[in-house]
């Protein structure tokens, strides 16, 4: 039979996969499976509308095919469409997660970034740093101006006659930012420092002698 036949359905067992309907013609209620719908995947709903047609199953009695809801016939395409609409959703939504956890990353590595050792020195103690690298070795210039003023000393020359101009500005470019006892070499570089380079603290005293318990002790 091709009729397209109304009723309702008024029991389903979910697990077994079957139920009945109940004719809108008020003739006998008749059985329907699961596998008798067009849509596979669709779960039947107890009280809907279900549309069928009569067939026959393997015991030869009558069972409802080709079935299909009229809620389902309606409303399909708007199920589709909300399906859509979530993926959509959960997209934009799984893009914006990523687009937060980069940002995260990013300022996290910036943090660390600033936190490690070579960067925690201070601006000064670098330039410091710098600055005594590339200077002459003190103990060598003094021991050059040493030699210097005994080679002229021999001669009997008098002081007057040394032109001292030049090892001034020597001097003065071997000065840094230096000016404590833990920061000296020897006793010689912290009497240099005392007697050219202004601002120095090593000689708490001021008798003249810098570094007396670390260098210059007696």
Known sequence: MNTLLKGRLFKWDSQKGFGFIKPEDGSENIFIHISDFKDKS??????????????????????????????????????????KNKIKRNSFGRKVILLVLLGIFILFSG????????????????????????????????????????????????VKHIKREPIRKEIKRSCDRR??????????EAKYFLNHCPGVKMDGDRDGIPCESQWCGH
């Open 42 to 83: 669709y779960r039947p709903i107890i009280g809907e509308v279900i549309i069928y047609k009569i067939g026959k199953g393997r015991d030869n009695r009558k069972k409802a095919v080709d079935a299909y809801s009229e809620r389902k016939k309606l409303h399909h395409i708007g199920n589709i469409n909300i399906q």
């Open 111 to 158: 943090v660390l970034q600033r936190f490690k050792p070579e960067n925690n020195v201070p601006r000064m103690e670098q330039k410091i740093y710098k600055d005594t690298t590339d200077t002459k070795d003190i103990d060598e210039f003094l021991k050059e101006q040493d030699k210097f003023i005994a080679e002229h000393t021999v001669k009997k020359t008098t």
């Open 179 to 188: 000016q404590y006892c833990s920061q000296m070499r020897s006793c010689a």
